[in-house]
């Protein structure tokens, strides 16, 4: 069973931030991002499929979401879409699929290298009566401006 990404190989993905390129690091990273609301109820989620999500455990504490794949990118320089556009809606569960294993919150991210970044005009969850049925992930659109510039 996994949990978020792995920090040795975020570490990899790190190194797509530098200045000189352009890369979208784009899916499913079984995480919170570092400005995402804690969902309230956690503890629901059996522990078998808690230790996706969460950090282990610190015993009389209410559990936290492990966000610290994506606090490594966010230190190595991607940004959050989402965040850019303020929009942090749950991309899981669809409304198609109610016995998942979620509880709602954004699992899926799309991160921009800073030479991507300012080119970013557009950040949506589709949510809609085929996309609640397609998946149990709710799709994510991204919209780039053309000509961004590389420094």
Do not use: K
């Not at 996994?2 to 990273?29: E, F, K, M, N, Y």
């Not at 109820?41 to 059996?46: E, F, I, S």
């Not at 966010?74 to 998942?100: E, I, N």
Request: aromatic content about 6%; hydrophobic content about 45%.
């Amino acid at each position: 069973m996994t949990r978020s990404l792995p920090t040795p190989q975020v570490g990899w993905l790190a190194a797509l931030a530098a200045p000189d390129r352009c890369s979208i690091i784009a899916g499913d990273a079984n995480s919170l991002a570092l400005g995402d609301p804690e969902p309230p109820d956690w503890a629901r989620l059996p522990a078998h499929l808690g230790v996706r999500y969460l950090q282990p455990d610190h015993p009389g504490q209410a559990p936290v979401a492990d966000r610290s794949a994506l606090a490594l990118l966010r230190r190595a320089g991607f940004v959050d879409a989402a965040a850019v556009h303020g929009d942090l809606a749950p991309t899981v569960p669809a409304a198609g699929f109610p016995d998942a294993e979620f509880v709602p919150f954004r699992c899926d991210h799309v991160l921009l290298s800073p030479a991507l970044a300012p080119g970013l005009t557009t950040y949506r969850v589709l949510d809609d009566d085929r996309t609640a049925h397609a998946s149990d992930h709710l799709p994510v659109v991204v919209e780039l401006a053309d000509g961004v510039a590389v420094a």
